[in-house]
């Protein structure tokens, strides 16, 4: 699961490079701190599938990383 993880943190941050001037080892850092945060709030009770819930997380983090960086 951990290698589908981090394909799929990859896959995302690939789809924001062109928008944003950070590079993307910086965008697969905070990929990777969303899917932590994921990891650490998930219940699977909730019904909710693990990689629709990771991905929400992965874009958040991405989008705050995108957002702080236009902030300066």
């Known amino acids: 699961m951990l290698h ?3 394909a799929l943190v990859a896959k995302i ?4 490079q062109s928008r944003c001037a950070l590079a ?3 965008l697969i850092a ?3 701190d969303g899917l932590a945060r994921a990891r650490q709030f998930f219940d699977p009770a909730e ?3 693990w990689d629709s819930y990771a991905t929400w997380w992965v874009r958040q983090r991405i989008r705050l990383a ?3 960086s236009r902030a300066g």
């Open 66 to 68: 995108m957002a702080r």
């Open 24 to 26: 993307l080892d910086a």
């Open 4 to 6: 589908d993880d981090d």
């Open 47 to 49: 019904g909710h599938r």
């Open 30 to 32: 905070a990929g990777k």
């Open 13 to 16: 941050a690939s789809e924001y």
